[in-house]
């Protein structure tokens, strides 16, 4: 059974060294075939076989044409792109005119996203129509397809205007917006001392202890209250003896437009915040339930100074 | 309702708290706690002895067997001291190898042989649910804003609009509670998991003015419909999942729908405000995995993106652009991964070969179902639908000089639609507006044809039909792929007709 192990141990690693030097290879192959004028050479120079230099010219003709899409991609941030339907009865002959997002973020682009129009009215062959995309549900693309994309409701004459670059723009605008607040929340939580989301989802898997948390384990239940309470003093004597009191947790919604702070002495918070990651407004409770004015008061402003706000 | 003496039973407007017990021996604890493992039954008292929930989950302890000392004699577990002991108990039966009836039994008959408090009972059942996701079966519903006249920008985007329902936990209960407290009691859990984005409600339903806790314990009719509803939000999306929560080969009874029903109408109230009011519209979609609901109706990219779409939403379509490498064959090197992880798995299986006999043919057919079906469609991706209905609208192919038949069976059909069918009616019946459509069109037969596919892994059969050959994969329709994504739909110039503006918002 060990030798299995071991030899498995050792066939990975093999693996890992064929992937790796297979890696270095495509990486220097697409070096080589970007090298400028390397197809005039390749054309004028002499060949002992035809076949090869067909080749040759296939994956330079690859390459190229991935550099001057990836050139676009990068400098333009919304590109389009056509690809067909496979559905033998979709409208239009399968024509699909697709749009893609890229949204970059701290000197990565992190992630893409399509929208993919068809022309479903014969007569209006310039009337596109979302028909699928990949947009998760905590963005507006409805409310903004209504409004730049609009369908014309009569059959002609009344040719209302849609505005496809002025659509991307907007679309892009509140993905990314998406991301940045998505990555200030993350940063939010470092600046706590909390591991990072990406982190606690790794930790909360291996975790087995409880499936999630109980949100109303109070609301319904008044008899508890009072011996709620005995534990909730217990914690702040002891917070008071070590006379630290910190955030035991920043949780987020999947939109990252609410957030809401924990205390260790059971002193609760939620902030609202704008698309631009400015908090719009906030409440915080104490373990007994008061409004702490003062704090709602100091949360208003931009969302990375927040800890600090409180904190003063 | 026999009432206690020395307690006074009276209708009242509370919920039925956390704490209140059922004996061991009522029907929905037996059931509960009879589907459950070993592991998850140990996890579960674990969890119910942790400082915060110990409130809703006493158990009997030593301390308590003083005041009735003569009954306990034949009691064949002995009381723990303390709940640091029982920790420690139920720990040492974790590390060790056992059978599940062993943890059942003690702390049915042991450690709480005085009762399963509705929060035990709450998170029995939602441990049970998360063992095992198929258990049910889900209907997926949209909350959809009802469109106010007055507000005019309902609908603009603006730095600090939001489109989502806010769901706010304890505002939504303290809402849904007074919805519901004077037609029914109930018991309300609300649960945030940690290894899915979702938040689960579940609701047992207690037909009953009073809400003491011998009221719980008998069992007010005799009829053996479900008590419990369970609610699913994902997490940042409109939608939500319904479900009655049945055992293994229960009827849900018209009393159990009707119950169910009253939740789910008093919800969206629950989570409307002023000025803002919600409404929950269908969205066609049921199945049973959890994990195919949140790849349909979930918070991802992939709810507008099914079938054949889905290359959009995995990031097969296009590379990272900054990614130039075009030369290397990343999916093969991909495809060979997968495989040596598979065989890996089982390292006493045989290795299977990939047959080098594979024809043309073949090959060719298996590109066009990846084509058509992209990464969606495959047997072990846990996202299957079980039932996909259709009903076919477009009008029957002409077929020359016999209209004597075409009447015929225009008069059968119709026959057939209002003479067999009875009990409720289907989804998939025509509306009015539907016959009237049909009927506009000259001369032409259209036929009442429903077609069902049912199965595992409907999408996945029809990927594999087209990889062996069964099912002409260019040929195919679109909706079998299952790019619509519902479960249910009516086809007409075959597609699936789409009511909605934008689909999957």
Known sequence: MFDQEKKEAYLQNLRDMVAAAEKERDNLAAILLSTPHLSTRLQKGPVANEHLRETAMNLLKRQSKRNVENIYRTCAGVTAYKVRDPDPNAVDNGNILGVRIEVFLEGKFVDKYHVLFNRPNPRHKSMLRVHHHTIPPCIPLQALAAKWMPQSQRDSSSRTGQDLVRFGRKLRKELTLWHIRKAAVDKLRVAAGLPSSTEQTKSSATEQSTYGKVLNAFTSDDETDPEDHDDDDDDVVSNERSRVVNITDIGADLAAQEIFITWSNNQIGAVVLNKDGQVKEGAFRSSDGVRLKEMERKAVGSLEGLLQRLSE | ?505
């Not at chain 2, 059942?125 to 198929?134: G, K, N, V, Y």
């Not at chain 2, 106010?148 to 989502?164: A, F, G, I, Q, Y």
């Not at chain 2, 003491?212 to 007010?220: R, V």
């Open chain 2, 1 to 505: 309702m026999p009432a206690i003496p020395g307690k006074i039973t009276a209708p009242n407007y509370g919920n039925i708290p956390h704490s209140h017990r059922l004996p061991v021996t009522h029907r929905e604890v037996v059931r509960a706690f009879g589907k459950l493992s070993r592991t998850s039954l140990i996890t579960l008292a674990q969890q119910w002895l942790q400082k915060k929930n110990r409130d809703f989950c006493k158990p009997y302890l030593l301390g308590d067997q003083d005041k009735n000392a003569e009954e306990e004699d034949d009691a064949p577990y002995e009381p723990a001291e303390s709940y640091e002991e029982l920790q420690e108990i139920y720990k040492e039966l974790l590390s060790r190898k056992g059978g599940r009836r062993e943890v059942m039994d003690r702390i049915l008959e042991g450690d709480w042989r005085t009762g399963i408090s509705m929060y035990q009972l709450a998170t029995a059942e939602i441990q049970h649910l998360l063992d095992h996701p198929q258990a049910l079966r889900w209907t997926a519903k949209r909350m959809a804003k009802i469109p106010n006249n007055r507000v005019v920008k309902d609908m603009e985007v603006t730095n600090d609009s939001e489109h989502l329902p806010r769901f706010q936990a304890q505002t939504f209960m303290t809402n849904l509670a007074k919805e519901l407290s004077p037609l029914m009691k109930a018991h309300y859990l609300i649960t945030k998991l940690k290894t899915l984005p979702i938040t689960i409600l579940r609701v047992y339903i207690h037909d009953s003015p009073y809400s003491s806790e011998a009221s719980l314990a008998t069992d007010s009719n005799s009829s053996d419909g479900a008590k419990a509803v369970f609610f699913i939000w994902p997490n940042g999306s409109p939608y939500i999942y319904v479900s009655l929560a049945t055992h293994l080969g229960q009827v849900v009874g018209d009393e159990g729908r009707h119950l169910r029903d009253v939740v789910l109408q008093a919800i969206p109230k629950a989570f409307s405000r002023p000025s803002s009011r919600y409404q929950l519209t269908p969205t066609n979609f049921t199945a049973r995995s959890l994990s195919a609901l949140l790849a349909y109706r979930g918070p991802g990219k992939s709810n507008a993106a099914a079938g054949g779409w889905s290359i959009f939403a995995d990031h097969s379509f296009s590379q990272n652009a900054l990614d130039f490498v075009a030369t290397g064959k990343l999916s093969e090197a991909k495809g060979t991964s997968v495989d040596a992880v598979a065989q890996k798995a089982g390292p006493g299986r045989p290795k299977r070969h990939i047959d080098a006999t594979e024809t043309q043919e073949v090959k060719r057919r298996k590109a066009v179902a990846a084509g058509r079906f992209g990464s969606s469609g495959k047997a072990n991706d846990g996202q299957g639908i079980e039932r996909f209905e259709v009903r076919i609208d477009d009008p029957f192919p002409p077929q020359s000089n016999s209209t004597q038949q075409q009447q015929d069976a225009t008069g059968a059909s119709a026959e057939t639609s209002r003479g067999k069918r009875k009990g409720r009616p289907s989804l998939l019946d025509r509306s009015a507006e539907d016959i009237q459509e049909i009927e506009e069109l000259d001369n032409a037969w259209v036929p009442d044809v429903r077609v069902t596919f049912s199965g595992s892994h409907v999408f996945a059969g029809v990927r594999e039909l087209v990889e062996q050959g069964v099912v002409d994969g260019e040929q195919m329709p679109g909706w079998m792929t299952g790019e619509a994504g519902v479960t249910i739909g009516a086809i007409k110039n075959g597609r699936i007709r789409s009511k909605g503006a934008v689909p999957g918002v």
